[in-house]
């Protein structure tokens, strides 16, 4: 018969297991913090999808659907953009992450970097699309462009954080 | 027994598997379900939203203070610089503001008394309540903000809201505590304005860009860049002549408004409580004098 782990081990193991979801969900409250810096309120960078990205790829059983609805529904609310907007697109991200661990895991970082450009240049212009069918007009492209632009710029500074936290707490779990 | 744990992960593995797509499916299901759910206004969805803004705005609340406090922190050790300048700028200003001033007392008595000769209603009261600024659209597809004051407060969905330099947008949404607030340069915004001087009414339609468009205005109307724009007052919701912005641009028949408010500096902002007894819904609407116990 196994032994239970003692308690404190688990609840030790389910606070490790959840940063993850944490981090996502403070940086979904940061992305709609007013900076007040001139014009970055349109641009701010889509913090929230390179957590989901990062995550499914290095952690994806900390990272599962379920919680990249939760993040998507919470991201929506603060955002306020249509329920279900985010949700959609970041099941989108997770799903393309997970398909293709084998290819970006273990690899050079810049490959990482390479995938996210594509992954959110795909995804940025299907948000776009659905946004732009959602309230039947054409919405300017030029902000999520920039958006776009933003986010892969400050990716390696996340991935950079999220590896220093990967390596110091999720170490074992 | 190990021969039978091992069979038993051979089946489960799979079935593990199949659930997870099965879940997978479903969740993306659900999203576009809520898409298309939200399309119609569903009061449901509405509450969700309202109850789960509520909870969060006080972490936002929290999250924006170091923040606001850095921003301020900052902007002193830039003032500091041009001290002497800026003194000199405010002197200068502030005594053309006292001419203004007097100027405008002088008027504001001569409207007064010909109100009384022609036994004009004066336009309610308007009460401010301020509220702080907790959170902005963070995204290109809305332009909203947050608010830390909500239904406790007095605010109710269709409020005006200014901000320090002029209108700003109306209150979209409220919970209890917070409230979300429609800027006018969002692509979902119309407000009923008025060209200041030639007095044509029209509407000021947001396209998410910083600048939204005046339309419906009657084909005669004359307008040149540097026209003041200000609220008119129509549908009873807004209270008239509220600045909102001059004309920017004319061009093949399109008018774009820059509006005044600073779009990035809003740190408070004040919402009107406004109502026009009789035309405006007590239960749903009650920016009325009465409740509030501030007058008299």
């Known amino acids: ?173 | 027994m190990a021969l039978q744990q091992g069979s038993a992960w051979r089946l489960a593995l799979p079935l593990k598997v199949i659930f997870q797509r099965f879940a997978f499916m479903m969740l993306i299901c659900i999203s576009i379900a809520l898409l298309v759910l939200g399309k119609a206004d569903l009061v449901l969805l509405e509450r969700v939203r309202t109850i789960s803004t509520d909870a969060l705005s006080p972490v936002l609340g929290t999250l924006s203070q170091p923040v606001d406090a850095l921003n301020k922190g900052i902007e002193r050790v830039q003032e500091l610089a041009s001290l002497v300048e800026e003194n000199e700028r405010l002197r200068r200003e502030n005594e053309r503001l006292l001419r203004w001033q007097s100027v405008s007392r002088a008027l504001d008595q001569e409207n007064e008394q010909y109100r009384r000769l022609l036994n004009a209603l004066t336009d309610p009261l308007v009460l401010p309540i301020s509220a702080r600024v907790v959170g902005d659209s963070g995204g290109p597809f809305v332009r909203t903000l947050l608010l830390s004051a909500g239904s406790r407060d007095g605010i109710r969905v269709g409020q005006a809201v200014v901000g320090p330099l002029g209108l700003i947008g109306r209150v979209a949404g409220v919970g209890k505590n917070s409230a979300r607030v429609l800027l006018l340069t969002d692509l979902n915004s119309r407000i009923p304005v008025i060209l200041e001087k030639s007095r044509h009414k029209g509407i000021l339609v947001g396209d998410n860009s910083t600048s939204p468009t005046l339309e419906y205005l009657p084909n005669n109307a004359q307008v040149s860049p540097g026209d003041r724009v200000v609220t008119s007052g129509d549908g009873a919701m807004l209270p008239a002549g509220r600045p909102i912005g001059i004309v920017s641009s004319v061009a093949d028949g399109q008018i774009r408004i820059q509006a005044f408010a600073d779009w990035d500096r809003l740190e408070y902002v004040s919402v009107l409580r406004y109502d026009l007894p009789g035309l405006t819904d007590r239960a749903t609407n009650p920016g009325d004098l009465g409740e509030s116990q501030l007058s008299n």
Not at chain 1, 10 to 38: C, D, H, K, M, Y
Not at chain 1, 142 to 164: D, H
Request: proline fraction near 8%.
């Open chain 1, 1 to 173: 018969m196994i032994e239970q782990p003692p308690f404190s081990y688990q609840i030790n193991r389910i606070l490790r297991g959840s940063i993850p979801f944490w981090l996502t969900f403070f940086l979904a409250l940061l992305t709609v913090v007013p900076l007040r810096i001139e014009g970055f309120g349109p641009v701010t960078p889509a913090l929230v999808m390179i957590s989901v990205f990062y995550w499914s790829l290095h952690r994806p059983y900390l990272m599962p659907a379920p919680v990249v609805f939760l993040v998507g529904l919470i991201s929506d609310i603060l955002t306020g953009v249509p329920l279900g907007l985010s949700s959609l697109m970041l099941l989108i991200v997770h799903l393309v992450a997970i398909s293709q661990r084998h290819v970006f895991v273990g690899k050079a970082f810049i490959l990482t970097w390479w995938g996210y450009v594509w992954v959110a240049s795909g995804t940025s212009l299907l948000t776009w699309i659905v946004a732009c069918l959602y309230s039947l007009t054409l919405i300017p492209i030029l902000p999520v462009l920039l958006q776009l632009l933003l986010t892969i710029l400050i990716f390696p500074l996340i991935v950079w954080c999220f590896g220093a936290v990967q390596n110091s707490m999720l170490k074992s779990v």
